[in-house]
């Protein structure tokens, strides 16, 4: 199967793809800790695969993900209220990790997900999907999306995933059974159960339901879920921007 990644496209198949269908998509996600069990970058690691999969279906072109988000608490999550043992855990000094956290804010995240826009835009897409690794670039992702709407004519859908999928009973969470149930079906060789074997109770950083519930047909079917709702918004997206146009 042709990749659908714009970054390993050879050029004639990047506008085959684009005039076929034109929908760009963007996974962002960041580098924090996930567990024992889960990559640190699994929020993007995630989100890449998710639109992979909706390219796929859909067709449109998959953007490389973009590992950054505008907050200052990234690797040692001073956000968790055990935060101090994911930094031993992961060996960064804590004194010298607060010390050097520099003043959060969206505002350069902002500008710079509206300046991609504008890219996928002018190269001759008419739909963007943004899809939100981790859940707190969704709200900054879709104030941008609004604010390029207003003056551009891309058209933006943004989502987390479960978002689209709650009325089934999905529900998020942090490193536990839905994101590792999804890793497990999207890239399976990067999730390692075997290494909350013998560690603390409950594992450490995750919020939710026991990783080790987790499945790979229960991310399968999860997964699936999420692409025909993003195939049902695209096209209503595709039909408002009058696209195919007519013969």
Do not use: N
Not at 120 to 130: D, K, P, Q, T
Not at 142 to 160: H, K, N, P, V
């Amino acid at each position: 199967m042709t990749t659908r990644r714009w970054e390993l496209l050879l050029p004639h198949d990047w506008v085959r793809m684009r005039k076929h269908v034109p929908v760009a998509y963007l996974p962002l996600g960041r580098l924090e800790w996930h567990g024992r069990h889960l990559p640190m970058g699994l929020d993007a690691v995630k989100a890449h695969a998710l639109c992979q999969r909706m390219a796929e279906r859909i067709g449109g072109i998959v953007l490389p993900p973009l590992y950054y988000g505008d907050d200052p608490t990234q690797v040692a999550d001073l956000h968790f209220k055990d935060g101090h043992r994911i930094s031993e855990a992961l060996a960064i000094d804590r004194a010298r990790y607060e010390a050097a956290t520099p003043p959060g804010g969206w505002e350069l995240y902002q500008r710079l997900l509206q300046a991609i826009f504008a890219e996928i835009e002018r190269v001759g897409f008419l739909v963007a999907v943004v899809v939100a690794g981790h859940y707190p670039l969704r709200g900054p992702a879709a104030d941008a999306a609004e604010s390029y709407m207003q003056r551009g004519e891309l058209r933006i859908l943004t989502c987390i995933g479960y978002d689209l999928v709650k009325d089934l009973g999905y529900q998020g969470d942090h490193a536990a059974k839905w994101e590792t149930s999804l890793l497990l079906a999207l890239r399976p060789e990067l999730v390692d159960l075997s290494r909350l074997d013998g560690q603390e109770e409950p594992p450490l950083g995750v919020a939710g339901e026991d990783p080790r519930q987790a499945s790979a047909e229960f991310g399968e079917q999860a997964v699936r879920h999420i692409v025909e709702r993003v195939y049902e918004k695209v096209g209503q997206l595709l039909r408002e921007a009058q696209w195919p146009p007519a013969a």
